[in-house]
């Protein structure tokens, strides 16, 4: 069964000070490891997905790299408008058509 | 191009009646997903359709049903309204494929079962 861990639950950052989300994944086959922002009251929205182990993809101030086991995302130099909740989910290659989800990490930036 | 909507946008039933969640996608993906978001337990997949014409039971399908009605259209179906089925509901869609296959949702359903 494919398993998704996410931490920490929650994470209070000042401006400008970067920090690592971590995404932790057990999966037979993986086919895609996927990010996602999601904003109070709004569905989930597509960040990134990596494919394969030592994969890194970038958008503005953040940043996704790939593990065997894990995946962190990176945020440099976070503004307030980064304040969102990050999840992670992945795509096994057995259970396709199944996405796996985190609980999510809740993100907060103070100016 | 309004990807993907949900109606209603909020919802309040009493235990034991019935409603049917809609959902519909103008991306013409041939994939669409119901899910259930509670609070501290992520996303949980209700039912999901790979294509036209099929449907497949996730992870917590009891006390659901769905209909893909066709492709832009996959509804969820509560039968008889239960407390534990407070939760707010989204709807996704992707192009199923070997290519970039990310989800995208809807707003989301609020539901509260009295």
């Known amino acids: 069964e494919d398993q998704v861990t996410q931490s920490p639950e929650a994470l209070r950052l000042q401006e400008g000070e970067s920090s690592s989300l971590n995404c932790s994944y057990t999966?037979?086959?993986?086919?895609?490891l996927f990010w996602y922002r999601q904003d109070p009251g709004k569905g989930p929205e597509f960040l990134f997905t990596?494919?394969?182990a030592g994969e890194e993809k970038e958008k503005e101030r953040l940043k996704a790299t790939l593990t065997k086991k894990e995946s962190f995302l990176h945020i440099t130099a976070p503004k307030p408008e980064d304040s969102a909740t990050y999840l992670c989910?992945?795509?096994?290659?057995?259970?396709?058509?199944?996405?796996?989800f985190g609980a999510g990490t809740q993100v907060v930036v103070t100016p | 191009n309004a990807g993907v909507t949900q109606t209603p946008k909020f919802q309040v039933l009493k235990t034991g009646q019935s409603m049917t969640l809609q959902c519909a996608q103008d991306?013409?993906?041939?994939?669409m997903y119901w899910y259930r978001q509670d609070p501290g337990m992520g996303l949980r997949l209700i039912y999901y359709?790979?294509?036209?014409?099929?449907?497949d039971k996730g992870e917590v399908p009891n006390g659901y049903n769905v209909s893909r009605l066709n492709k832009r259209e996959f509804s969820l179906r509560l039968e008889s309204a239960a407390p534990s089925q407070t939760s707010v509901y989204f709807c996704?869609?992707?192009?199923?494929?070997?290519?970039?296959?990310?989800?995208?949702f809807g707003p989301g359903t609020r539901l509260t079962v009295l």
């Open positions: 996704a869609s992707s192009e199923a494929g070997q290519g970039d296959n990310e989800q995208f």
């Open positions: 359709s790979a294509s036209e014409g099929t449907t």
């Open positions: 990596l494919y394969s």
């Open positions: 989910a992945v795509q096994g290659s057995d259970s396709w058509g199944k996405f796996q």
């Open positions: 999966v037979s086959g993986l086919r895609g």
């Open positions: 991306m013409n993906h041939n994939s």
